[in-house]
């Protein structure tokens, strides 16, 4: 079975005395059983799949701020495929295209084993540019998968030892045509180069660095909420780490319902969204969900150590090559936010927020500052968020300090006003497309 339905099969359905049910923010308790069913570490990269890999590496690197420093392509000997990773802080992503429309790829020459174009031209003609898979780094690959797939995750490529010997790469199904990879590296320092097969990228007039250092989480849009966490905690041991409903984060117009799975150092987090359907509007969800043509990823959340400054190198470079933002919310947004992040926030601070468009909110823990882009293809499907947490400083065995996982939370405070700004974007197209229409009339 492919991995297109994978959303709606549920090949370990839950036990009827305990469906699966949301019982929205405020009535959520967040607890840690430690359930991880393999050791996972932390996100590893995120591949993209596009038509034409270095275009589309080179804008993402420009707007970012992250060095494209390895790659493999013909000048690597890989005939198959371009993959081209940038990289900023512990943040990897990989874009790729095939060179020809060969059925399969079993030669060593291809960066990643089993790359199929045939796949990968389905997957672009279906999502556009979109998220193939997000990789997460564990102990061992070959437990990962094996685990994963007697509990039920389909397999999509089996633990293949890459040319150093020592690091292992497997994949199952997530959700719609995105799959889980794991990654062991065997000891190793989790790959100064990337991956066995790629080669460092020599002679960069720059590096860009905007201050972005890591993917906090990676969301997933979804037909239907339950089946699909269902499937993951079972294969994973993930544990529930948050969740929201339309009465917590919705409009009066549109909303939706999410739910959040972590490891057990929670790293990697993974929230699932669904549409909420019989309101005013369309869920921005369900719109997702068509122009996508299924599930996906709807957007990688970054994080990084200065969002003000990250936030004026990508608006210097709005329009000329970056990524555009989403309108920022109205005046008395701001005047309320004085009243609410003044333990946090400067004066000078909180205006440099208006000024950007920076969105804040809290929780019992911590404080989370945030922004959108548009969507950053075609299509209105997948976007960036670039987020800061402050807070939540922990100390681990050695002595080092670390955040803790979600600090400040996901926004909850600010669902409201994404939506509304989500819903006057797609007001906007839907009257280009009456107007477009009625000329043509």
């Known amino acids: 079975m492919g991995i297109d339905n994978i959303a709606a099969v549920d090949h370990h359905p839950p036990p009827p005395q305990n469906p699966f049910k949301l019982v929205g923010c405020n009535n959520f308790v967040r607890t840690n059983p430690k359930s991880d069913l393999f050791n996972v570490k932390r996100f590893h990269h995120v591949e993209f799949w596009c038509g034409d890999a270095i275009n589309t590496a080179s804008r993402f690197s420009w707007g970012l701020g992250m060095t494209m420093f390895a790659k493999s392509d013909l000048s690597t000997g890989n005939m198959v495929h371009a993959s081209y990773v940038l990289k900023s802080g512990e943040l990897n992503f990989v874009f790729t295209a095939p060179y020809s429309n060969t059925t399969y790829c079993s030669s060593c020459s291809a960066a990643f084993y089993g790359f199929s174009c045939l796949v990968h031209r389905g997957f672009v003609a279906s999502h556009g540019l979109g998220v193939r898979a997000v990789a997460v780094e564990v102990e061992d690959a070959h437990v990962a998968f094996s685990t994963s797939v007697s509990r039920g995750a389909n397999p999509v490529v089996e633990p293949v030892v890459l040319r ?70 079972k294969f994973t041991g993930f544990h529930e780490f948050a969740e929201f409903t339309a009465e917590d984060v919705g ?55 200065d969002i003000f400054r990250t936030l004026r190198e990508m608006r210097k470079r709005s329009g000329i090559g970056g990524f555009e933002f989403m309108p920022s919310p109205p005046p008395t ?25 920076i969105l804040m909110d809290k929780d019992d823990q911590g404080t989370l500052l945030q922004i959108f882009t548009k969507p950053v293809g075609d299509r209105p499907t997948i976007f960036i968020e670039i987020i800061q947490r402050i807070g939540c400083m922990l100390e681990d065995d050695q002595g080092r300090l670390y955040q803790k996982g979600g600090c400040g939370g996901f926004g909850k405070g600010n669902f409201s006003e994404l939506f509304k700004s989500i819903e006057e974007f797609e007001k906007i197209l839907e009257s280009k497309q009456k107007i477009s229409e009625t000329t043509a009339s």
């Not at 509007?281 to 990688?300: D, W």
């Open 164 to 233: 150093d010997g020592r690091t292992v790469i497997a994949e199952v199904g997530l959700y719609g045509d995105v799959v889980l990879r794991f990654v062991s590296c065997g000891g190793g320092n989790g790959g100064d180069l990337f991956l066995p097969g790629f080669e460092v990228v020599e002679g960069l007039d720059i590096e860009l660095d905007y201050g972005i250092r890591r993917l906090d989480h990676a969301v997933g849009n979804v037909p239907k909420l339950g089946p699909v966490v269902e499937y993951v905690k």
């Open 333 to 357: 947004y701001y005047k309320k936010l004085k009243n609410r992040a003044r333990d946090v926030l400067s004066d000078e601070q909180i205006k440099e927020c208006e000024e950007l468009g």
């Open 251 to 305: 409009t009066l117009e549109s909303g939706l319902n999410s739910m959040v799975l972590a490891n057990n150092d929670e790293t990697v987090l993974l929230p699932f969204n669904e549409p909420v359907h019989g309101m005013k509007r369309k869920s921005q969800i369900q719109t997702y969900l068509e122009h996508n043509e299924g599930a996906g990823v709807q957007h990688l959340a970054l994080v990084t150590e």
